[in-house]
């Protein structure tokens, strides 16, 4: 689709405002987006140190450009900070809700309640002729059954008055940015012919890849969902085909590395749990939208199965290499992020392999990482100092791939067994090692 250059225009001169709602993992470089393409951005969030940080240039999740992009905006005068989030529905023309959804409860069904609140307040000052973009992944029908509903509260209509749509973030955690600009189309849905319009008008300016245009927002919502569900499914067979190959003698990794050479094979990579708001997560909306809806879905349940099983059976198979009676084992586990390059540790597997390792009976636990400074959870069994960690350490548990743990040797770890979760270190550098899918 041809830019619009009058659009572009207004953006550009302030005329047409955008409110991005959270400034977290999705809406920090959603706004940064815009802010580099020069729009004038009202960035709004709960967190008073979000806030802080954002208002002196600073990203509070370490996302590469962010912060740069925040202090141009500043110096620009084109970056607002509201604590205020119906004044930022008052003074602005575009509402972007950023905030996250994750599950809930027994049932592991989506928690919307960030998006009902941001909708209720942008609702009271939603105005004729404005545009609301939901961005998170959500439950099929999420748009039309909550979001629009809350937002029609206001007595103005959707695709009448205001124009609502839905566009899923498709973004790589450290790498944001690119992910929007140049790697990917914007997926753009709507309440309407006119709001799909919208959006393509709206996005075409930012997206290089340019728009996809999807007949309704329900199959955008399940799009997004479709993503998480094949990566996990797929690590899932991956976890699975790894154990087999340790029980029948055959390295994984190898095994692996020729069959992807026959290019419709695309095997993914196994480890000791799979984290982050987003793979673990959208299974879990499928599955409770399918026992309401009574279809099955034994694939993706199972897959989610054998991957919520890694961290017991790694921690299994890294205590049986250490041959040291729990209560006398020091355990170093390395890595608490999700996964390498990040800080976010939103739903991270080194929980449950720290959880496993007490229930079997370990009581020395050190968890290191080199990019999280500090947890609720953990803290002071989390450390940076990795000397430390390491120190008189019986059993070394690889969690995290960080490229900070690429060269480790004997040297660093001393008489400890390693075990490697992530299948990532040189097997020939250490004594005592096992690796997931390999066995020495």
């Known amino acids: 689709m041809k830019k619009d250059a009058g659009l572009a225009k207004k953006i550009k001169a302030g005329k047409v405002k955008m409110a991005v709602y959270g400034l977290g993992h999705v809406g920090s470089p959603i706004a940064s987006v815009w802010l580099r393409f020069g729009a004038h951005v009202i960035g709004v969030d709960k967190s008073p140190e979000v806030l802080a940080s954002a208002r002196k240039g600073k990203s509070s999740v370490p996302e590469p450009g962010v912060s740069e992009a925040f202090t141009k905006g500043l110096k620009q005068k084109r970056f607002f900070i509201y604590d205020d989030p119906v004044k930022a529905s008052q003074d602005s023309q575009v509402k972007m809700i950023c905030v996250p959804v994750l599950t809930v409860g027994q049932s592991l069904s989506a928690d919307l309640g960030a998006v009902k609140q941001v ?55 450290g790498r944001a940015i690119e992910d929007i600009e140049e790697r990917y189309p914007a997926i753009v849905s709507g309440a309407g012919a006119k709001s799909v319009e919208m959006g393509e008008k709206l996005f075409s300016l930012v997206f290089q890849r340019g728009v996809m245009a999807m007949g309704n927002m329900r199959t955008a919502e399940a799009e997004k969902l479709l993503e998480g569900v094949y990566r996990d499914v797929n690590i899932a067979l991956a976890n699975e085909m790894a154990r087999f190959c340790e029980k029948v003698g055959v390295d994984f990794w190898q095994a692996r590395d020729a069959a992807n050479s026959q290019p419709f094979c695309h095997i993914h990579k196994p480890g000791v749990g799979v984290g982050g708001a987003c ?24 897959g989610r199965n054998v991957n919520n099983a890694m961290p017991a059976y790694c921690v299994s198979e890294a205590l049986k290499l250490a041959g040291v009676e729990p209560a006398q084992c020091r355990v170093a586990v390395l890595g608490l992020a999700f996964r390498g390059g990040v800080s976010d540790t939103r739903l991270s597997p080194t929980y449950n392999i720290v959880s496993e390792l007490k229930k079997a009976g370990v009581k020395d636990i050190t968890v290191h990482d080199p990019m999280v400074k500090s947890d609720a959870v953990l803290g002071p069994a989390l450390t940076q100092d990795l000397r430390a960690a390491l120190k008189d350490a019986s059993l070394v548990i690889l969690a995290t791939d960080h490229k900070e743990y690429q060269k480790l040797s004997r040297r660093d770890t001393g008489e400890a067994a390693v075990y490697d979760g992530r299948g990532m270190l040189d097997r020939s550098k250490f004594g005592r090692f096992a690796s997931i899918g390999r066995r020495t």
């Open 119 to 173: 909708a209720s307040s942008i609702a009271k000052g939603l105005k004729k002729g404005d545009t609301v973009v939901l961005n998170p992944s959500v439950p099929p029908g999420t748009s039309e059954d909550v979001v629009i509903p809350i937002l029609e509260e206001s007595g103005l209509k959707a695709e009448r008055d205001f124009f609502m749509i839905y566009n899923p973030e498709r973004i790589y955690e």
């Open 279 to 302: 793979i673990p997560v959208y299974p879990q909306f499928v599955l409770h939208a399918a026992d309401t809806a009574k279809a099955e879905c034994n694939i993706t349940r199972l």
